[in-house]
């Protein structure tokens, strides 16, 4: 079983049906994808999608910055950074809709000009939130972070629209980093949103639940990684 146990939520769910909605979810257990960090998931979430969908993209920034506002010390917080590439839109509405200045992250140095990995006009000392549309195990994340910190900034705080809270490990991943993960829907959400609305086959469905009972052993039994 997974060492990791999230609960569903009020925002979790309306995030899991706007998600639902606008077709960024896939399941598919029969043919497993292969995530960036080489585990097999038959589970697979697109909020690059959400671009495209104005309603569910305004809703979820709502969501988000409500969020922020709530688990943060806003006032206090300089920037909003994205992480290239998927994190720069989220960040962009984000730095709207809290009326922050805005950077974001290069995943490694341009090469010419500048050289600069972060863009965007950062004193000494800022207080940035990392922004990004999702996280799987954490580790994506430790490159931005790190590179926000080499430049100057204090980075306490990550948010993401969609936390895949299945591989353990991940927590401590992000309490090594020093940062608190703020994000607003797992799977543990979509699967409730998606039994509940009848999104997909009881079939898949079932595979879904074994993949969140122990991600793991399913990863390594489809072919993918076998350990943290």
């Known amino acids: 079983m997974s060492d990791t146990t999230i609960q569903t939520s009020a925002r979790g769910m309306e995030t899991a ?39 569910a993209r305004r809703r979820i920034i709502e969501m988000g910055a409500e969020m922020l506002s709530e688990d943060t010390d806003m006032a206090s917080v300089d920037f909003m950074a994205g992480g290239e590439t998927a994190g720069i839109p989220y960040s962009s509405w984000l730095s709207e809709a809290l009326s922050k200045p805005m950077l974001y992250v290069r995943k490694k140095p341009k090469g010419f000009g500048r050289g600069a990995q972060i863009e965007g006009s950062m004193p000494e000392g800022a207080k940035v939130i990392l922004v990004e549309d999702l996280a799987t195990d954490g580790g994506s994340k430790v490159n931005f972070v790190n590179a926000l910190r080499e430049a100057g900034a204090t980075v306490e705080d990550i948010f993401v629209v969609f936390f895949y809270g299945a591989f353990p490990g991940a927590e401590e991943t992000f309490a090594n980093m020093g940062v608190k993960l703020h994000y607003l829907a797992t799977w543990q959400d979509v699967l409730a949103e998606a039994t509940r609305g009848g999104d997909f086959p009881q079939e898949s469905l079932d595979g879904v639940r074994a993949f969140l009972d122990d991600p793991i052993k399913w990863s390594a039994d489809h072919g993918g990684r076998d350990k943290l």
């Open 17 to 55: 049906r706007l998600l639902l909605d606008i077709k960024a979810v896939n399941f598919r257990p029969q043919e497993p994808y292969m995530l960036t960090a080489g585990w097999a998931s038959p589970v697979y979430i697109d909020c690059r999608w959400v671009i495209s969908f104005l309603d």
